[in-house]
């Protein structure tokens, strides 16, 4: 038995409802006890409250999964589950914007009980290190 690939395709099924915006589903993942924090902004939400921001972020948003790992705690049992996303906005102003987010699930019983997560905008590289350096994709 691999302990944590079902925690994973939960976390993978909560992107895929953000996804394709189906945020009664989404909730449906979250425990009753789950708490999302983004320590950039500093913001703490319960779990209805991180469906209504995700519910009311302004834009249209594209949304990729580049990477998921996962690690179990036999003595807790509980999952750490951590992704790498991608994410293009299309602004109501007319913005583009791309990001990257990093966010690490703790899923417990079938339910995602915590979130700590951590966005990043792009950015171009600055000229005085090209010399160093590669471009990635």
């Known amino acids: 038995m691999e302990f944590g690939k079902e925690d994973i395709k939960i976390v993978m099924c909560l992107w895929n409802f ?11 993942l979250l ?7 983004w320590p950039q902004s500093k913001e703490v939400m ?3 409250g991180f469906i209504e921001v995700n519910k009311n972020y302004p834009g249209r948003h594209k ?3 580049l990477d998921v790992n996962n690690e179990y705690d ?4 509980r999952t750490k589950v951590i992704t790498q996303t991608h994410v293009k906005s299309e602004m109501p102003d007319g ?5 990257y987010a990093i966010s690490f699930f703790e899923v417990e019983e079938e339910k995602i009980l915590s979130l700590v997560e951590y966005w990043a ?4 590289a600055p000229d005085w290190r090209k010399q160093w350096v590669k471009k990635s994709e």
């Open 18 to 28: 953000f996804k394709n915006e189906k945020w009664d589903e989404a909730r449906a």
């Open 31 to 37: 425990s009753d006890e789950f708490e999302a924090v």
């Open 46 to 48: 319960d779990a209805n």
């Open 63 to 65: 949304i990729r999964v």
């Open 74 to 77: 036999k003595w807790e049992h």
């Open 95 to 99: 913005k583009n914007l791309e990001f």
């Open 121 to 124: 905008e792009t950015y171009p």
